[in-house]
C-alpha cells in the first residue's frame, strides 16, 4: 500500500499532535468575534514606551510591534546593539524587546501581540528572550511571530528574512506561536501583483520546513486586491486554520476597494485579518454603497445633461 501525500501529513499532524494543539489561536482567545477575523482590531507600530501604554489601554486586541537591532537612547556611544522596538530606519528607542514584553506580561491584560523581526540577525538575538517570555505560564495569549522571508512583487531593495532559518526556528522554539511569513514588496508606476511564483515560493519553504500548523500570510492591502485568486487558492489549499492577514504600508498606495471586498467575501471573514488603517475600513464597511452612490449621482449627472442639451438643441 502507497501511503498518500496528504495521508502522511494527517498522520504526521496526528503524532505531533501537540504542534497545532498547543498553538493558542486569536479566535479561541476573543471567543466574542465568533470567528469573523475581520473583527479583530490592531494597535499598530508599537515601538514606543508612550504607545506601548497607550495600546495597554485602548480597546485593541492585537498589540503590533516591529524589532530591529538597535540602542535604547542615552546608552553611551559603543554600547552592543540590542533587539528594540522600532521600524528601519530607526536606529533607536526607548523600549527593548524585553521591556516591551515583560510589560505586556505583568499589565495582565487580554491582549494578543504581533512581532514583526526586520532581520536575520535580530531574530536570532531576539530567539532567547522571545522564549523565554513564551514558556511563561502566564503568558496564555496568542503571539504571532512575522517575517518578510521572500523577495515578492516590485523588486524591493529590502533584503528579506533568510526563510529556512526563520520558519524551522518558529516552528521548533514557539510552538505556541502562529507562524506569520510574507514577502517584500516594492510598488512601482504600475503594481506589480503576486505571482503563482510567489505562491510556489512560500508553498516550497513550509513543505520542506515541515510545517504542518495553520500559518498566516500578510499581504499588502493594494497588490492582494489585484491577486486575489491566486491568494484565495493558497489560503484554501493550506493547513484548516490558515489565513491572509491583509495591511497597508502606505497611505499613498491606490487600493481597488472593490476587488478587496470580494477577495474578503470570496475567502470568508473566517481567513482573513484586516490590519488597516481606519480611514480604509470604514471605505471597506461602505460595502459598496460609494460605488453605487457615485453610480446614481453619475446617472442623475447623465439624465440632467441630456436634458439640457436636448433643450438646447430643440
Ligand atoms: C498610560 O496611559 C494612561 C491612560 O491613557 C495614562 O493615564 C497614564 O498617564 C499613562 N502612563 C504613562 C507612564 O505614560
Ligand atoms: C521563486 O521561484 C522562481 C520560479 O520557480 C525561481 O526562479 C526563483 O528563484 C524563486 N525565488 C526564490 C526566492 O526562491
Ligand atoms: C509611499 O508611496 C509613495 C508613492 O508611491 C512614495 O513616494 C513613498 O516613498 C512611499 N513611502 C514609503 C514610506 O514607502
Not at 24 to 47: C, G, M, R
Request: contains cysteine.
Amino acid at each position: 500500500m502507497t501511503p498518500c501525500a496528504s495521508c502522511v501529513v494527517v498522520l504526521l499532524a496526528l503524532f505531533h499532535g501537540s504542534s497545532s494543539d498547543k498553538l493558542i489561536s486569536v479566535p479561541k482567545y476573543f471567543p466574542e468575534i465568533n470567528n469573523d477575523l475581520t473583527q479583530v482590531t490592531w494597535a499598530h507600530a508599537v515601538n514606543s514606551r508612550a504607545k506601548l501604554n497607550a495600546s495597554l489601554n485602548d480597546n485593541s486586541m492585537m498589540i503590533e510591534a516591529d524589532i530591529l537591532m538597535g540602542q535604547l537612547e542615552g546608552s553611551p556611544p559603543g554600547t552592543n546593539p540590542i533587539p528594540i522596538m522600532g521600524h528601519p530606519p530607526q536606529t533607536t528607542s526607548d523600549l527593548s524587546l524585553e521591556e516591551f514584553l515583560t510589560t505586556i506580561l505583568k499589565s495582565g491584560k487580554h491582549k494578543g501581540m504581533k512581532l514583526d523581526f526586520k532581520s536575520k540577525e535580530v531574530f536570532a538575538s531576539s530567539e532567547n528572550i522571545v522564549e523565554e517570555i513564551l514558556n511563561k505560564p502566564e503568558a496564555d495569549f496568542p503571539v504571532w511571530i512575522n517575517a518578510d522571508v521572500l523577495h515578492g512583487p516590485g523588486n524591493s531593495p529590502v533584503a528579506p528574512v533568510d526563510a529556512d532559518y526563520f520558519v524551522s526556528t518558529v516552528v521548533k522554539k514557539f510552538p505556541t506561536a502562529m507562524l506569520s511569513v510574507g514577502w517584500t514588496t516594492f510598488i512601482n508606476a504600475q503594481i506589480e501583483p503576486y505571482t503563482h511564483y510567489d505562491i510556489g515560493n512560500m508553498t516550497d519553504v513550509l513543505s520542506r520546513n515541515s510545517v504542518i500548523q495553520p500559518v498566516t500570510f500578510p499581504v499588502r492591502a493594494a497588490l492582494a486586491a489585484q491577486s486575489g485568486q491566486l491568494l484565495a487558492n493558497l489560503v484554501r489549499s493550506s493547513i484548516p486554520g490558515t489565513s491572509l492577514t491583509i495591511y497597508n504600508s502606505n497611505s499613498s498606495d491606490k487600493v481597488d476597494m472593490a476587488a478587496l471586498r470580494s477577495l474578503i467575501h470570496d475567502l470568508g471573514k473566517d481567513k482573513v485579518y484586516l490590519d488597516l488603517p481606519p480611514e480604509m475600513m470604514d471605505q471597506l464597511n461602505q460595502k459598496g454603497a460609494g460605488s453605487r452612490l457615485s453610480t446614481a449621482t453619475g446617472l442623475i449627472l447623465a439624465s440632467i445633461v441630456a436634458l439640457i442639451s436636448m433643450n438646447y438643441f430643440n
